[in-house]
């Protein structure tokens, strides 16, 4: 089992700035993959941003604006998200993935709004 809790949503400005994270625990050894997907009001959840081996992937509407991290040593993923838009409005949800299994975090609330 792995257990993930998001942390650093909330209300910004367009423009603006914010940076989420998520802690791992449990089994972490068994993560390969860890990433984060977003989920707007009736809309389908999309990935945003991938990392596994050293290896990133972002979704083209967030290429050049937000930057995926992890700390291994703090069993923590990070998401640095610069220039919101209002279109970024979403729940943000921390995904890993490892020995067949697929694990999701609660989400975290951001809106873009002036």
């Known amino acids: 089992q792995v257990q993930l809790v998001e942390s650093g949503g909330g209300l910004v400005q367009p423009g603006g700035s914010l940076r989420l994270t998520c802690a791992a625990s449990g089994n972490i050894f068994a993560i390969n993959t860890m990433g984060w997907y977003r989920q707007a009001p009736g809309k389908q959840r999309e990935l945003v941003a991938t990392t596994s081996g050293g290896r990133t992937n972002y979704a083209d509407s967030v290429k050049g604006r937000f930057t995926i991290s992890r700390d291994n040593a703090k069993n923590t993923l990070y998401l640095q998200m610069n220039s919101l838009k209002p279109e970024d409005t979403a729940v943000y949800y921390c995904?890993?993935?490892?020995?067949?299994?697929?694990?999701w975090g609660q989400g975290t609330q951001v809106t873009v709004s002036s």
């Open positions: 995904n890993s993935r490892g020995l067949g299994r697929i694990y």
